[in-house]
C-alpha cells in the first residue's frame, strides 16, 4: 500500500535554528497538506499546498514557516529560527482529490 | 468554540464488550467527516469517511455513521489490538477548502 515518507523521524534543534522537515507524497497524489500535533493537543492544520503554490494556510503558518516543493517527489516544510513552543509532531499528509487524506508517520520536532 | 468535540476522552472496555464513540461538529456545511486511529508516536491512520446524514460505512468490529449533527463509531466485540485514540475530523464545504478540524480524540483501551 502507497504510504507518505517523513523524514528524520526525530530531529533536535537549539532554538533559533532553522530545521527542514522533509516529506515524500504519494506519487499520484496532488494535494499535500502539513500538520502538527503537540503533546497532549489535538493535530491542528498548517497549509495546503497544491499546483505547486499554497491553497490554504492556518494563523499557525506565520512569516516563520515555508513550504516547497523543490522537485518532483519531495515536499518541505521550513521552519526558520525555532522556538521552544514549535516542539511537536508534523506531520505530511497528501491527497489526490478532496477525501482520503494519507498522513506519514510523522517527525518529532525538539527544540531545545 | 470547538467545531468538533468528541465523547468520552478515555475508554477501558473489557474484550468482547462493545460500545460506541461519539464525534459531534458544528460547521455551516459539512463535506466530510473523517475518522482515523492513531498509535502512539504515529501518524492518523484513515479508517472511513462519511459525506451525508444517514450515511454508514464498515470495517471488521469498527461501524461509522453520520447524523446531522454528530457521527458513532461503534466497535463490536473489541480486541486489544483495536486499543489506539480513534480521531474524528471534519471538513468544511466552504469553497476550496480542505483542510481538517480534529477532535481530541477518545483513548480506547482493551483489557484481555
Known amino acids: 500500500e502507497p504510504e507518505v515518507t517523513q523524514t528524520p523521524s526525530h530531529q533536535v534543534t537549539q532554538m533559533g535554528q532553522e530545521v527542514i522537515l522533509r516529506c515524500v507524497p504519494i506519487?499520484?497524489?496532488?494535494?499535500f497538506y502539513w500538520y502538527r500535533q503537540i503533546l497532549g493537543q489535538k493535530v491542528e492544520f498548517l497549509v495546503s499546498?497544491?499546483?505547486?503554490?499554497?491553497?490554504?494556510k492556518s494563523e499557525i503558518f506565520d512569516d516563520q514557516f515555508s513550504v516547497e516543493r523543490p522537485d518532483g517527489s519531495n515536499f518541505t516544510l521550513k521552519i526558520r529560527s525555532t522556538k521552544l513552543e514549535d516542539s511537536a509532531m508534523y506531520f505530511c499528509?497528501?491527497?489526490?482529490?478532496?477525501?482520503?487524506?494519507?498522513f506519514g508517520s510523522g517527525t518529532r520536532l525538539t527544540v531545545v | 468554540e470547538d467545531q468538533v468535540t468528541q465523547s468520552p476522552e478515555a475508554l477501558r472496555l473489557q474484550e468482547g464488550e462493545s460500545s460506541s464513540l461519539n464525534c459531534s461538529y458544528t460547521?455551516?456545511?459539512?463535506?466530510?467527516l473523517f475518522w482515523y486511529r492513531q498509535d502512539p508516536g504515529k501518524g492518523p491512520e484513515f479508517l472511513f469517511t462519511?459525506?451525508?446524514a444517514g450515511e454508514e460505512k464498515e470495517k471488521e468490529r469498527l461501524k461509522a455513521t453520520l447524523t446531522k449533527k454528530e457521527s458513532f463509531l461503534h466497535i463490536t466485540a473489541p480486541k486489544p489490538e483495536d486499543s489506539a485514540t480513534y480521531l474524528c475530523?471534519?471538513?468544511?464545504?466552504?469553497?476550496?477548502?480542505?483542510?481538517?478540524?480534529f477532535g481530541s480524540g477518545t483513548q480506547l483501551t482493551v483489557l484481555p
Open positions: 499528509a497528501s491527497s489526490r482529490d478532496h477525501y482520503g487524506y494519507t
Open positions: 506519487s499520484n497524489h496532488l494535494y
Open positions: 499546498f497544491y499546483n505547486n503554490e499554497i491553497s490554504e
Open positions: 460547521v455551516s456545511g459539512l463535506r466530510g
Open positions: 462519511l459525506y451525508s
Open positions: 475530523a471534519v471538513q468544511e464545504a466552504s469553497g476550496s477548502a480542505r483542510q481538517l478540524t
